[in-house]
């Protein structure tokens, strides 16, 4: 059973640097290689989830919402079974529980889950992290 397991969310200061991570656990190689499109989502309070970066994890294209680009970089390592985000320049509005994704999306559709309005996909068809909460106070 696939698991992941988000780390790294902390309380900064406007124009601070933080990194979460996913990690994916209880996977095959044959599930890894399935997983395609991985990456973060994050929800503040009273909003909805929204796509934050993807890494299409085939290829290692990458993808960021533009009120992130820029500032975010999304990362793979340890056999596709990690993903890091690096998020330097936080500001207010970046606050929010981020949640890690792993879903067999293609390279059009992970891009698609950036996209303003994007729908989050449910637990019938990728899994998630438990979430992290990331602060960053003016």
């Known amino acids: 059973q696939v698991q992941l397991l988000d780390s790294g969310g902390a309380s900064v200061q406007a124009g601070g640097s933080l990194r979460v991570s996913c990690n994916a656990s209880?996977?095959?190689?044959?599930?890894?290689?399935?997983?395609?499109?991985m990456g973060w989502f994050r929800q503040a309070p009273g909003k909805e989830r929204e796509g934050v970066a993807m890494?299409?994890?085939?290829?290692?294209?990458?993808f960021y919402a533009d009120s992130v680009l820029g500032r975010f970089t999304i990362s793979q390592a340890n056999a596709k079974n990690t993903v890091h985000l690096q998020m330097n320049s936080l500001k207010p509005e970046d606050t929010g529980v981020y949640y890690c994704?792993?879903?067999?999306?293609?390279?059009?559709?992970?891009?698609?889950?950036?996209?303003?309005?994007?729908?989050?996909?449910?637990?019938?068809?990728?899994?998630w992290g438990q979430g992290t909460q990331v602060t960053v106070s003016s």
């Open positions: 890494i299409y994890t085939d290829d290692g294209g990458t």
């Open positions: 994704l792993a879903v067999g999306y293609t390279s059009e559709a992970c891009r698609g889950l950036v996209l303003p309005g994007a729908e989050p996909p449910g637990t019938a068809f990728g899994h």
């Open positions: 209880g996977v095959t190689s044959r599930v890894t290689s399935s997983l395609t499109c």
